[in-house]
């Protein structure tokens, strides 16, 4: 999620020690998501970019695959992205530091 065409990212990984912790890391998902980005915005508020965030939510039985989780989201992320002929648009992404740890970028 991002508030203008330029935005300084970030991701995060929520985790889920159980199905009900899940369920309700689900369904506050928008608003976890949101209050993180107007967060970023605000303290961006003295340079150019404006704030984003993305969100990324493992359930109970997946809390070891953080940095599996973490590729895919960002192999659909570029998946999603829709260039017009002759944009030439850069991303620089930011994680969390549990998986910061893991990856080797």
Same mark, same amino acid.
């Given at each position: ?55 990324? @939510?493992?359930? +109970?039985?997946?809390? &070891?695959?953080?940095?599996?989780? =973490?590729?895919?989201? *960002?192999?659909?992320? $570029?998946? %999603?992205? @829709?260039?017009? +002929?002759?944009?030439? &648009?850069?991303?620089?992404?930011? =994680?969390?530091?549990? *998986?910061?740890?893991? $990856?080797? %970028?």
């Amino acid at each position: 999620m991002r508030f203008l065409d330029v935005a300084r990212c970030g991701i995060r990984t929520i985790r889920s020690s159980h199905a009900q912790v899940y369920l309700n890391n689900a369904s506050s998902l928008f608003d976890e998501c949101y209050g993180l980005a107007s967060t970023q915005h605000c303290k961006n508020k003295n340079i150019a970019e404006c704030g984003s965030k993305g969100v990324v @939510l493992l359930n +109970e039985v997946h809390q &070891d695959k953080a940095d599996v989780a =973490f590729r895919k989201y *960002i192999d659909a992320f $570029l998946d %999603l992205m @829709l260039m017009k +002929e002759g944009d030439k &648009d850069i991303l620089f992404l930011g =994680f969390d530091e549990g *998986i910061q740890r893991k $990856l080797q %970028l």
